[in-house]
């Protein structure tokens, strides 16, 4: 499970068959199927991914890694496609969006290269192919915000409303974007372990989970084969010819809570491991559920047990 949101008691999520799954106190329900009709031919090149709930509340978004962006209605469960609009945009690696108070859809492209099946592909080959995008799913107008970006990720609107934040999981940062002038800063740097989504918390501030930490084995082998681009160029090669599935599920986790100027606040760690490679952070009441990129179930934390 990947992203999810909680409406009236319910927990909706994104899981890697192309399904919404419903949560209820009755049981787990498929809700939608995005890799049914005439999207089934680009099923088996991505998932979804990123979701939101809409501002009236009678609407979740989800992007889809390589279908674009849908709306599913809380009422009935039905389908349409928002993006893209037209042949000028395609995905080829979509992640996570926001949706401006105008309807903009501000959205991460880990990769323009890349498929999320090839993940470990562009992990390798270590280049920024990853970008911003500015969508008006109106007219189907679109603009790269800003490119260059080392495995995009999470996306969310500052409370300034003014600019968003953009997690650049690579480089172990958050990125700052004004939404007027373009100018980029850099939000919050030298972070723990990577970042994945950004989520706003009911206390004020963003909650961004971050895995591989710095002083996993991991970790600290990726940031080694940085420095031998031969070397990722071989193990691509080898992959390529050779059936391999190899994944980065570490027993990592770490929850923090930045503020609005970026400096971490409040951290949870999770020693054991039981909720490792954390996607997405929701707070709700004294709680916190965690969904994760390789793990199928939602993780429950209470904030007030010792």
């Known amino acids: ?41 680009r099923a088996n090149v991505g998932r979804p991914l990123g979701m939101r709930l809409s501002s009236d509340g009678t609407t979740l978004l989800v992007i889809h890694s390589s279908l674009g962006l849908f709306s599913i209605s809380l009422l009935d469960g039905s ?6 609009v ?69 996306v969310q609107l500052h409370s300034d409303n003014q600019s968003v934040l ?24 030298g972070l723990p372990g990577q970042p994945d989504n950004i989520r706003p918390s009911p206390r004020g501030g963003y909650w961004v ?17 940085g420095t031998w681009p031969r070397l990722r160029g071989a ?18 986790a770490m929850l923090l809570r930045l503020n609005d100027e970026g400096q971490i606040i409040e951290v949870w760690k999770d020693p054991k491991g039981l909720v490792r490679n954390v996607a997405e952070v929701c707070e709700h009441g004294d709680n916190l559920y965690t969904s994760s990129f390789y793990l199928p179930f939602i993780g429950k934390l209470s904030m007030t047990k010792e």
């Open 1 to 41: 499970m990947r992203s999810y949101e909680i409406s009236k008691g319910d927990i909706y999520a994104t899981v890697e068959e192309g399904k919404v799954l419903k949560m209820t106190g009755t049981g787990i329900f498929v809700f939608a199927d995005l890799h049914q009709g005439e999207y089934r031919a």
């Open 79 to 84: 389908v349409s496609r928002l993006l893209p």
């Open 86 to 154: 037209d042949e000028n945009i395609q995905p080829t690696f979509f992640d996570d969006f926001d949706v401006l108070a105008n309807g903009t859809v501000i959205l991460s492209e880990v990769s323009t290269k890349h498929t999320i099946k090839q993940l470990i592909h562009e992990i390798l080959e270590g280049r920024p192919n990853g970008r911003l995008i500015s969508v008006n799913p109106v007219s189907g107008g679109w603009h790269t915000m800003l490119d260059g970006l080392d495995l995009p990720n999470g």
């Open 166 to 189: 953009v997690a650049e999981t690579r480089k172990m940062r958050i990125l700052r974007v004004s939404l007027n002038s373009g100018n980029v800063s850099v939000f919050a740097d």
């Open 235 to 252: 193990l691509m090669k080898i992959i390529q010819s050779i059936p391999i599935h190899i994944d980065l599920d570490t027993n990592s």
């Open 209 to 225: 989970p971050v895995s591989l930490l710095r002083d996993t084995l991991t970790s600290k082998l990726l940031i080694w084969l």
